[in-house]
């Protein structure tokens, strides 16, 4: 009697080690996942920081255009003749005159 109770105790402890490790495995591979994912988005964030450390050192002095027209507007008086002989097309010059200066 003392026998088969000593083995059913053994038996019990081992599953109940067994469960024990199962619970702590799961807790450290979910704390490893919490921080290489913590790890992946400080990378992400220091690519956006380090885009705008980029644009405060090298943009600060840059045009800053609020809309398209203003853009295109901008970009062609920089070509010498004008916006009418930037294309080769008369016809397409109109269009992109009517989209980038709508009156």
Known sequence: M???LKIWLR???EEF???IREIVRRRIRKLVEIA???LDLMAA???IGSSVAFERAH??????FKGRHQLYQHVLSQTGKGAMHFFLNLEY???IRSIAWPI
């Open 59 to 64: 943009l600060q002095d840059a045009t800053d």
């Open 45 to 47: 964030l220091r690519d």
């Open 93 to 95: 010059t109109r269009e």
């Open 36 to 38: 290489l994912t913590d």
């Open 2 to 4: 003392f026998r088969e």
């Open 17 to 19: 080690n067994f469960r």
């Open 11 to 13: 038996l019990r402890l």
